[in-house]
T-cell receptor
Framework: DTAVSQTPKYLVTQMGNDKSIKCEQN?????MYWYKQDSKKFLKIMFS???????INETVPNRFSPKSPDKAHLNLHINSLELGDSAVYFC?????????????FGSGTQLSVL | GEDVEQSLFLSVREGDSSVINCTYT??????LYWYKQEPGAGLQLLTY???NMDMKQDQRLTVLLNKKDKHLSLRIADTQTGDSAIYFC????????????WGAGTKLIIKP
């Protein structure tokens, strides 16, 4: 009964390949996010969807394409993978309560591009 | 843009108190948060404080907010080995449409 689950946990692939990471939340939240955490643990937001609509799209290469088939799912597809894409990718969800945003995170997908 | 800063490392002895500090620049910050990331795991919300409060206590955790100095701290009493983690400070405000602005995280190292 994991609240935010993402798969796979580990992804090792060659440069130039295309890969996807899936995320599902069973909390009934309206908003979902993708974050990238680099090797120095810096956390950077990539995308945010609210009720299947894109609301945040930070400066991310267009090789990254999020897709939200419904508000419980937000998948991340990456084309033409590059070495610099190696990082841990976290999915998260939240339900705004007033002005506070409490995020619930998945356990991360460690992507290694060789 | 707005910024949140934290020291990257803090080392304390088991049983001592840990104090993790955070400074932020956004004077209109509404909520300030502390998240904990254990090795190999996602972040978990530890606690948060509304900007009109100056202190919040929850068992071993005490959050202090100095709004004038834009300084937030997290005190962990009687630090245990299970407290080893990276602690992220974050803030949200109307100016950022309540999206979180994150610090770089402080790695808490516990010495026996």
């Amino acid at each position: 009964d994991t609240a935010v689950s993402q798969t796979p946990k580990y992804l090792v692939t060659q440069m130039g390949n295309d890969k996807s990471i899936k995320c599902e939340q069973n909390l009934g939240h309206d908003t979902m996010y993708w974050y990238k955490q680099d090797s120095k643990k810096f956390l950077k937001i990539m995308f945010s969807y609210n009720n299947k609509e894109l609301i945040i799209n930070e400066t991310v290469p267009n090789r990254f394409s999020p897709k939200s088939p419904d508000k419980a799912h937000l998948n991340l597809h990456i084309n033409s993978l590059e070495l610099g894409d190696s990082a841990v990718y976290f999915c998260a969800s939240s339900q705004a309560q007033g002005d506070s945003e409490k995020l619930f995170f998945g356990s991360g997908t460690q992507l290694s591009v060789l | 843009g707005e910024d949140v800063e934290q020291s990257l490392f803090l080392s304390v002895r088991e049983g001592d108190s840990s104090v993790i500090n955070c400074t932020y620049t956004d004077s209109s910050s509404t909520y300030l948060y502390w998240y904990k990331q254990e090795p190999g795991a996602g972040l978990q919300l530890l606690t948060y404080i509304f900007s009109n409060m100056d202190m919040k206590q929850d068992q071993r955790l005490t959050v202090l907010l100095n709004k004038k100095d834009k300084h937030l701290s997290l005190r962990i009493a009687d630090t245990q080995t299970g407290d080893s983690a990276i602690y992220f400070c974050a803030e949200s405000s109307p100016g950022s449409n309540y999206q979180l602005i994150w610090g770089a995280g402080t790695k808490l190292i516990i010495k026996p």
